[in-house]
């Protein structure tokens, strides 16, 4: 199958300075990204929708200031996470969905391993 | 937008024995249903899907099940296993227009040997 990889898998920073994460399609690509975002014991939140070549699309109540997401190829997205606070300390995740897929294959998303970020 | 929720929260069933987790979803345009296994720490993992042209679906010991009328869905895992411990996230999404994902509050799955 698909394979999205996500790096750093885990990152820890001091409150105030910038964490950018990457995800990439490895054998595929991926027109559209999507990143979530996921605290203890919770479900998948979803932050935006990155789309190669034009400005990502935030879910209502997510930051685009502080959350910065480029998609400027076909296999990378990557979010950056400015000025992080302890409260932004979370499982961050990436999917991706392959260029033209259709039919039975149409939706499918491939997740990233994820990324958690903790912010002293 | 689309409002997915999901129940049991938490199950625990013994070894052997069959699990069912439900969700209900709001959009009745939403014609694609996945179910996501996640351990700790991990990334979700799908293991079964149904689209809105079947009711039903079956892996092996994974069978799905879809109601459109009743906009709800179902999980059944017959024959549980140690290894079906996990958490389990139901999702719904529309296959056209901007497609993403939304997902259940989860249901964290134990079986008890």
């Known amino acids: 199958g698909a394979v999205v990889s996500q790096h750093p898998s885990w990152v820890i920073c001091k409150s105030g300075t910038s964490v950018k994460i990457e995800c990439r399609s490895l054998?595929?690509?991926?027109?559209?990204m999507f990143w979530y975002r996921q605290f203890p014991k919770q479900s998948l939140m979803l932050m935006a929708t990155?789309?190669?070549?034009?400005?990502?699309?935030?879910e209502q109540g997510v930051e685009k200031d502080k959350f910065l997401i480029n998609h400027a190829s076909l296999t990378l997205s990557t979010l950056t996470v400015t000025s992080a606070h302890p409260e932004d300390s979370s499982f961050y995740i990436c999917?991706?969905?392959?260029?033209?897929?259709?039919?039975?294959?149409?939706?499918?998303?491939?997740f990233g391993e994820g990324s958690r970020l903790t912010v002293l | 937008g689309e409002n997915v929720e999901q129940h049991p929260s938490t199950l625990s069933v013994q070894e052997g024995d069959s699990a069912v987790i439900k969700c209900t979803y709001s959009?009745?345009?939403?014609?694609?249903f996945p179910w996501y296994k996640q351990e700790l720490g991990k990334r979700p993992q799908l293991i079964i899907d149904?689209?809105?042209?079947?009711g039903e679906k079956k892996d092996q010991r994974i069978a799905v099940t879809l109601n459109k009328t009743a906009k709800h869905f179902s999980l059944h895992i017959t024959e549980t296993q140690p290894e079906d411990s996990a958490v389990y996230f139901c999702?719904?999404?529309?296959?056209?227009?901007?497609?993403?994902?939304?997902f259940g509050t989860g249901t964290r799955l134990t079986i008890i040997p």
């Open positions: 054998d595929f690509q991926a027109t559209t």
């Open positions: 959009d009745s345009a939403s014609n694609y």
């Open positions: 990155s789309n190669e070549g034009s400005k990502a699309t935030y």
């Open positions: 999917s991706a969905r392959e260029r033209g897929t259709s039919g039975n294959k149409a939706g499918e998303l491939f």
């Open positions: 149904i689209r809105s042209n079947v």
């Open positions: 999702a719904a999404s529309i296959t056209f227009g901007n497609e993403k994902l939304t």
